[in-house]
């Protein structure tokens, strides 16, 4: 799945978007999250607060306990500030 | 229903872009537009430029979602959106909102429910520019409250 990371999600994890394969035991947001958090230093950074940072699974917002099962793209970000 | 929604780094004119969504519609008699102007200041700080970053693709259709609300909602006859993205200069516009209806209540009710709704729901980020580098922009609890109020009342309990 391709995973896409905006504002200082993606500054922190240093890239804007990267294919991943996370085992078949991260089945949540919340999970994925907390593997992705295991993956190195930067990644421990973006995702210290998992709480704060909001997901979108294809394009819609999604809550953490959403699985992740048949994802094409998954995006992290913080909390939105348009208008 | 007319509806126009665009996502774009150029300016915008904000009376063009009404003028166009009601041309030669008889049926119109109320048109409400709201554009959302970038400050010269942050917190009490002067800031040199606001930059905007946005998910493409999820952010139109964020905005389509709630739109497609809107006209469930109210009786439109027409809705502009228009949202800026990249760098942008204190004084500029960074947003309009128009929404056209036979009476007013309509277009009032929608320009301020679809306002409320980009500011907490739409995937776009502010980092503000000032002399001393760049932060980006919290969330701010008072927005999140302002497009709460347009969520259905809790059910009440049935008596006991």
């Known amino acids: ?83 | 229903m007319a509806t126009t929604i665009r996502l774009q780094r150029e300016a915008f004119d904000a009376a063009a872009e009404a003028a166009r969504m009601t041309h030669g519609r008889g049926e119109v008699g109320a048109v409400v537009t709201f554009t959302g102007l970038c400050r010269g200041e942050e917190n009490g700080e002067p800031i040199v430029a606001l930059m905007l970053e946005h998910y493409p693709g999820m952010a139109e259709a964020e905005i389509a979602r709630h739109v497609e609300e809107a006209r469930a909602r109210w009786p439109l006859l027409g809705v502009t959106v228009v949202h800026r993205f990249g760098r942008i200069v204190p004084g500029e516009a960074i947003v309009l909102v128009a929404t056209a209806s036979r009476h007013r209540h309509a277009a009032f009710a929608a320009a301020a429910f679809l306002m409320d709704y980009l500011k907490t729901r739409a995937p776009f980020w502010k980092q503000v520019e000032t002399a001393a580098g760049e932060v980006w922009v919290e969330a701010k609890a008072a927005d999140d409250a302002a497009a709460e109020r347009w969520s259905a009342p809790p059910r009440r309990e049935a008596a006991k």
């Open chain 1, 1 to 83: 799945m391709k995973l896409l990371y905006f504002a200082w999600v993606r500054e922190r994890v240093g890239k804007a978007e990267e294919q991943i394969d996370p085992p078949a035991g991260v089945a949540t947001i919340a999970e994925l999250m907390a593997w992705l958090a295991r993956r190195g230093e930067e990644y421990a950074y973006a995702f210290e607060n998992p709480k704060v940072i909001r997901a979108a699974i294809d394009r819609g917002h999604v809550r953490a306990d959403a699985p992740i099962r048949g994802a094409r793209e998954i995006a992290f970000f913080p909390p939105m500030t348009g208008g």
